[in-house]
């Protein structure tokens, strides 16, 4: 890589800062000038065969002078992209003798709970699972020593078949790693790159399948994202850009471009976690820590918890059916519902909204690009909830009376509806797919969602957040001054973080609780010292420790929060019990508790970022009257009514709107239904207090 350099900057505080998201449609930038509090944004497509290129687009759309920034974090979809589309490169995959299967056995789930059907591919083909002779025990013992003739023969025959990247995944190599350790450095003589996984060191855990697949997945994209970030690195310092370039990671932090390869998989889901950090940063400064977050885009909609403006971070994320990534990660879930998302009626004569999607292309049918079945946002068009000047006929003439041409004959006749009644149902179908979508986050985790607000983000997200609020009894709803570049404000205000997991496996009553706390203070001072190797200044250093626990015989773990404590044994089981019946509501004294994995997240804070600036000041109005554009006829709960339509922009500083209203911005559409009462706080959030919603 040409530049950034293999020697990081000295840790600065960068004034100029950067943060750019490559999303499947387009590439989002924030330029945040804390010198001059100057603010710029920019949105151009996605350039799909050189994401770099999208990179550089937007850099030049927001007028920035690339020798001037200091900072530049990026949110890429790269390695997302490849393991979704099965992109990846041709892997070679190493273990232990009488272990290649273990990524096909998995679980023993099946990809449909009902019927003979679905299918399964694993991350890397059976002819390129190699076994060797070794063998550890449980405990870490010496089994069968390492073949090393063996393993030259497996990695010279896997070289031949032409693979890129190779993993090295051993049995029980979590309790002693010395044959993956050596086993490496074996590799690292003969393999033609240094894309070599170890299995350990990526995941330190006992679980061999979900290690096994997470190695898999780091090593078949590790070659695709190095290649990304040293072209883009490449392409930033042949315009005099001479720092660090940082990559946002899964679990919400970020790290150079430089390392960032090494843990590919670490990036995977990254740019969900971008929105969820910005949510938390946003929520924080508004006076809401307690947040569900509501992203929907064109194809489906992603939520997540924060609690005290922390996210929800997890480390048993399935990306897909059987590929688990055991790193930790922002806790997001996922439904196919989106603005792009196609409704039908069911051969039994039900109406059913996605999870296919129109997508971009063709797209909704007002896109105007050939689209031919009826989506959400062809309803929301209907309705009047986004403006027909605005999207109707964007590219090919298509009028609104055509769009509801096709909701009349395809939804509406075999329903018993007009166009405009097929339309709202069509939405409050939606409504209520992605009301489930929160209650998988807060419901069905033991939280109750009328304690959080609903933060509302994406291009569709403010559209349809207030109603979806009133379904759940959300009293609040936080749409924030740009939702539809969210992501990229994310990556602006991300702060610096790295995640350790270590596994113990034992019950606690035999546990070395002075080895535990040993492992504990090793992980922060790890973390520390990568902060400390960052080119980025940090404020504070925060530490968090976690224990995965779970009672003797029990599958699932349960992560008990413990601060910064170092408990001792019966605290730590009473800890345990109590986060334990929290959760459950039952009580089992009798039973055993295993502590099974020690976890430390150690996070670097960044300085404060004023997001005041992102509404230009200049562009507000005196008054109410003079931020509305005109009035339009919007449907609310089963027929029309007059309602005023603002521009964002130019609402005053102190606006306060009541609903029904429209807010329009460049970036999305705000609903406001009747009895909303909207308010403008200081960094021009709308906080929105619903109406119905419990106080």
């Given at each position: 890589?040409?530049?950034?350099?293999?020697?990081?900057?000295?840790?600065?505080?960068?004034?100029?800062?950067?943060?750019?998201?490559?999303?499947?449609?387009?590439?989002?930038?924030?330029?945040?000038?804390?010198?001059?509090?100057?603010?710029?944004?920019?949105?151009?497509?996605?350039?799909?065969?050189?994401?770099?290129?999208?990179?550089?687009?937007?850099?030049?759309?927001?007028?920035?002078?690339?020798?001037?920034?200091?900072?530049?974090?990026?949110?890429?979809?790269?390695?997302?992209?490849?393991?979704?589309?099965?992109?990846?490169?041709?892997?070679?995959?190493?273990?232990?003798?009488?272990?290649?299967?273990?990524?096909?056995?998995?679980?023993?789930?099946?990809?449909?709970?009902?019927?003979?059907?679905?299918?399964?591919?694993?991350?890397?083909?059976?002819?390129?699972?190699?076994?060797?002779?070794?063998?550890?025990?449980?405990?870490?013992?010496?089994?069968?020593?390492?073949?090393?003739?063996?393993?030259?023969?497996?990695?010279?025959?896997?070289?031949?078949?032409?693979?890129?990247?190779?993993?090295?995944?051993?049995?029980?190599?979590?309790?002693?790693?010395?044959?993956?350790?050596?086993?490496?450095?074996?590799?690292?003589?003969?393999?033609?790159?240094?894309?070599?996984?170890?299995?350990?060191?990526?995941?330190?855990?006992?679980?061999?399948?979900?290690?096994?697949?997470?190695?898999?997945?780091?090593?078949?994209?590790?070659?695709?994202?190095?290649?990304?970030?040293?072209?883009?690195?490449?392409?930033?310092?042949?315009?005099?850009?001479?720092h660090d370039l940082l990559v946002m990671t899964g679990?919400?932090?970020?790290?150079?471009?430089?390392?960032?390869?090494?843990?590919?998989?670490?990036?995977?889901?990254?740019?969900?976690?971008?929105?969820?950090?910005?949510?938390?940063?946003?929520?924080?400064?508004?006076?809401?820590?307690?947040?569900?977050?509501?992203?929907?885009?064109?194809?489906?909609?992603?939520?997540?918890?924060?609690?005290?403006?922390?996210?929800?971070?997890?480390?048993?994320?399935?990306?897909?059916?059987?590929?688990?990534?055991?790193?930790?990660?922002?806790?997001?879930?996922?439904?196919?519902?989106?603005?792009?998302?196609i409704a039908r009626v069911t051969a039994a004569g039900?109406?059913?909204?996605?999870?296919?999607?129109?997508?971009?292309?063709?797209?909704?049918?007002?896109?105007?690009?050939?689209?031919?079945?009826?989506?959400?946002?062809?309803?929301?068009?209907?309705?009047?909830?986004?403006?027909?000047?605005?999207?109707?006929?964007?590219?090919?003439?298509?009028?609104?009376?055509?769009?509801?041409?096709?909701?009349?004959?395809?939804?509406?006749?075999?329903?018993?509806?007009?166009?405009?009644?097929?339309?709202?149902?069509?939405?409050?179908?939606?409504?209520?797919?992605?009301?489930?979508?929160?209650?998988?986050?807060?419901?069905?985790?033991?939280?109750?969602?009328?304690?959080?607000?609903?933060?509302?983000?994406?291009?569709?997200?403010?559209?349809?957040?207030?109603?979806?609020?009133?379904?759940?009894?959300?009293?609040?709803?936080?749409?924030?001054?740009?939702?539809?570049?969210?992501?990229?404000?994310?990556?602006?205000?991300?702060?610096?973080?790295?995640?350790?997991?270590?596994?113990?496996?034992?019950?606690?009553?035999?546990?070395?609780?002075?080895?535990?706390?040993?492992?504990?203070?090793?992980?922060?001072?790890?973390?520390?010292?990568?902060?400390?190797?960052?080119?980025?200044?940090?404020?504070?250093?925060?530490?968090?420790?976690?224990?995965?626990?779970?009672?003797?015989?029990?599958?699932?773990?349960?992560?008990?929060?413990?601060?910064?404590?170092?408990?001792?044994?019966?605290?730590?089981?009473?800890?345990?019990e109590r986060a334990y019946f929290d959760r459950f509501?039952?009580?089992?004294?009798?039973?055993?508790?295993?502590?099974?994995?020690?976890?430390?997240?150690?996070?670097?804070?960044?300085?404060?970022?004023?997001?005041?600036?992102?509404?230009?000041?200049?562009?507000?109005?005196?008054?109410?009257?003079?931020?509305?554009?005109?009035?339009?006829?919007?449907?609310?709960?089963?027929?029309?009514?007059?309602?005023?339509?603002?521009?964002?922009?130019?609402?005053?500083?102190?606006?306060?709107?009541?609903?029904?209203?429209?807010?329009?911005?460049?970036?999305?559409?705000?609903?406001?239904?009747?009895?909303?009462?909207?308010?403008?706080?200081?960094?021009?959030?709308?906080?929105?207090?619903?109406?119905?919603?419990?106080?």
């Open positions: 890589m040409s530049a950034p350099s293999a020697t990081p900057d000295a840790p600065r505080r960068a004034s100029v800062v950067a943060g750019v998201d490559v999303g499947g449609t387009f590439t989002d930038l924030v330029l945040f000038d804390t010198g001059s509090g100057r603010v710029r944004l920019a949105k151009t497509p996605t350039t799909l065969d050189n994401q770099a290129f999208g990179v550089l687009n937007a850099l030049d759309a927001a007028g920035a002078d690339v020798a001037g920034l200091d900072l530049v974090v990026h949110g890429t979809t790269t390695t997302t992209n490849a393991v979704l589309e099965r992109r990846l490169c041709r892997t070679g995959f190493v273990t232990t003798r009488g272990f290649r299967d273990v990524l096909e056995l998995g679980r023993r789930t099946r990809p449909q709970p009902y019927g003979m059907k679905g299918d399964f591919r694993p991350i890397v083909p059976r002819d390129l699972r190699l076994e060797v002779p070794e063998r550890m025990t449980a405990r870490g013992e010496v089994l069968t020593p390492l073949d090393e003739d063996a393993l030259r023969a497996a990695l010279a025959e896997l070289v031949a078949k032409g693979c890129e990247a190779l993993v090295i995944h051993f049995l029980h190599s979590y309790a002693n790693p010395a044959h993956e350790i050596r086993a490496g450095e074996i590799a690292r003589e003969v393999w033609p790159n240094g894309d070599v996984t170890l299995g350990h060191a990526l995941l330190s855990e006992s679980r061999e399948y979900e290690r096994g697949v997470t190695a898999a997945v780091n090593a078949s994209v590790q070659p695709l994202l190095r290649r990304y970030v040293e072209r883009l690195a490449d392409s930033l310092a042949s315009r005099g850009y001479a679990n919400g932090g970020m790290v150079s471009a430089r390392r960032v390869a090494d843990e590919a998989a670490k990036t995977v889901m990254s740019g969900p976690a971008t929105g969820v950090m910005a949510a938390a940063y946003t929520g924080r400064r508004a006076g809401l820590p307690d947040l569900v977050t509501y992203d929907m885009g064109g194809t489906s909609t992603d939520v997540a918890l924060i609690r005290g403006a922390e996210p929800s971070v997890s480390s048993e994320i399935e990306v897909e059916y059987a590929m688990p990534i055991h790193l930790p990660m922002v806790d997001v879930r996922t439904v196919g519902a989106g603005g792009g998302s039900l109406l059913q909204v996605g999870p296919d999607s129109a997508g971009a292309k063709p797209g909704p049918i007002c896109y105007g690009r050939g689209g031919t079945e009826p989506t959400i946002s062809d309803a929301n068009l209907l309705l009047g909830r986004l403006d027909p000047a605005r999207l109707a006929a964007v590219e090919g003439g298509v009028t609104v009376d055509h769009v509801a041409a096709v909701f009349r004959d395809k939804l509406g006749a075999p329903l018993g509806l007009d166009a405009l009644g097929a339309a709202a149902a069509v939405i409050r179908v939606a409504n209520a797919r992605m009301a489930d979508a929160v209650r998988m986050v807060s419901v069905s985790l033991g939280e109750d969602p009328r304690d959080f607000a609903l933060f509302a983000f994406g291009g569709a997200g403010p559209l349809h957040a207030s109603a979806i609020a009133r379904e759940l009894g959300i009293p609040k709803v936080l749409v924030p001054a740009r939702p539809g570049i969210t992501n990229a404000l994310g990556c602006v205000v991300a702060d610096l973080r790295h995640d350790f997991v270590r596994s113990v496996n034992r019950p606690l009553r035999d546990v070395d609780m002075t080895a535990v706390h040993a492992l504990w203070r090793a992980q922060e001072a790890e973390g520390r010292a990568a902060i400390a190797g960052e080119a980025v200044e940090v404020e504070t250093v925060t530490v968090a420790r976690f224990a995965d626990m779970q009672f003797v015989g029990q599958t699932h773990l349960l992560r008990v929060p413990l601060g910064t404590d170092l408990p001792g044994r019966d605290d730590l089981q009473a800890r345990f509501h039952v009580a089992l004294p009798e039973i055993r508790a295993a502590l099974v994995a020690l976890a430390t997240s150690v996070v670097g804070r960044r300085a404060e970022i004023d997001l005041s600036a992102l509404i230009d000041p200049a562009g507000r109005r005196a008054s109410l009257a003079e931020a509305r554009r005109t009035t339009r006829p919007v449907w609310f709960d089963g027929g029309f009514l007059d309602t005023p339509v603002y521009v964002r922009d130019h609402l005053p500083a102190d606006a306060v709107v009541v609903g029904p209203a429209i807010v329009e911005q460049m970036d999305t559409t705000i609903v406001l239904e009747p009895g909303d009462v909207a308010v403008q706080d200081r960094d021009g959030n709308l906080i929105v207090t619903v109406a119905g919603g419990d106080a």
